[in-house]
């Protein structure tokens, strides 16, 4: 293999973290690599997420790009993965972390305790809105589509008073700046595998990047996620999770939101970390789904706006 070909999205933010992996791809084995832009249905849509099939619409065009050999790695931001195992492709790293919290981006430099009632806050995460809704229900939350730039557009020009977006996101693309709050990760949980890339690959092929993988980030990622698929909720579900390594424990807390923000349900467990006789990050996320399910966590997910 002369080089690596490694396909993503075509935004600012993709093309970005897609070059994060190919310098510590070639920091790490040397290899040459190649960036293949791929447009997904997600690109192409402006409808609403939790309408349009979730942020799965991003991962689609990419995975066929590999399978027909078009490329030979994917990078995705973590969250943006439906939770269903692939037969054909796996997750063959997940690096470190970056901030997993969310960020308000607010006009004069507010935070979201100073913005005046009736003030219009934009997202299109259905669990950003029903946070909201909950924080401050004399708010207006708006349903907004677009990339970064376009939504810290809405901003500048008046049109919102603010927009929630991922930090790490923010950071990676130079614009931290335009952060006005970070929003606490334990009291504001946020999508599962937030702030974490996922590097897939052709299954038998994990040797291509495996070098990448963190095992602390992995842990805490697929308790998340596997949260995620016990409760039967897609990626655009309103369940905010937060996991982390910790003096030899995987801690998990997971929060499961009502749509109006009226209700939520959480559910925190921790276990030994690392464990070589068990799956850690299968066995927490079990306990926590479990009390979540029984306190009624499906009748909450199934909703929509």
């Known amino acids: 293999m002369t080089s690596l070909r490694i396909g993503t999205r075509a935004s600012t933010l993709a093309l970005t973290q897609t ?7 070639a920091d790490a084995t040397g290899v040459k690599t190649e960036i293949v832009r791929i447009t997904t249905h997600g690109d192409r849509t402006n409808e609403p997420l939790s309408r349009a099939g979730g942020a799965g619409l991003f991962t689609g065009a990419l995975r066929d790009a590999l399978l027909a050999d078009k490329c030979d790695v994917i990078v995705h931001s973590l969250k943006d993965l439906p939770t269903a195992p692939h037969d054909r492709i796996v997750i063959a790293a997940i690096p470190a972390r970056e901030d997993p919290r969310d960020a308000l981006c607010a006009r004069d430099g507010l935070t979201l305790e100073q913005l005046p009632a009736g ?13 909201l809704r909950a924080k401050r229900p004399d708010i207006e939350v708006v349903d907004i589509r677009g990339n970064v730039e376009t939504r810290l557009g809405k901003v500048t020009s008046g049109e919102l008073d603010a927009v929630v977006l991922a930090a790490a996101g923010l950071n990676r693309i130079g614009r931290a700046d335009v952060i006005t709050e970070h929003l606490d990760a334990d009291r504001w949980p946020t999508a599962p595998g937030q702030g974490a890339l996922g590097v897939e690959v052709r299954r038998g092929e994990e040797y291509l990047v495996e070098t990448l993988d963190h095992a602390e980030t992995r842990a805490a990622v697929e308790a998340e996620r596997e949260v995620l698929a016990l409760l039967e909720a897609g990626c655009s579900a309103p369940v905010g999770a937060r996991a982390v390594v910790d003096a030899g424990l995987l801690l998990l807390s997971v929060s499961v939101y009502s749509l109006d923000g009226t209700t939520t349900l959480t559910s925190s467990h921790a276990i030994a970390w690392p464990d070589d006789d068990g799956d850690p990050s299968r066995e927490v996320a079990a306990s926590v789904a479990r009390e979540l399910l029984d306190a009624g966590a499906a009748g909450l997910t199934g909703e929509r706006p």
Not at 119 to 131: C, D, F, N, W
């Open 19 to 25: 070059g994060m992996v190919a310098d510590d791809l």
């Open 119 to 131: 003030a219009r806050v934009g997202t299109g995460s259905p669990r950003r809105m029903a946070q």
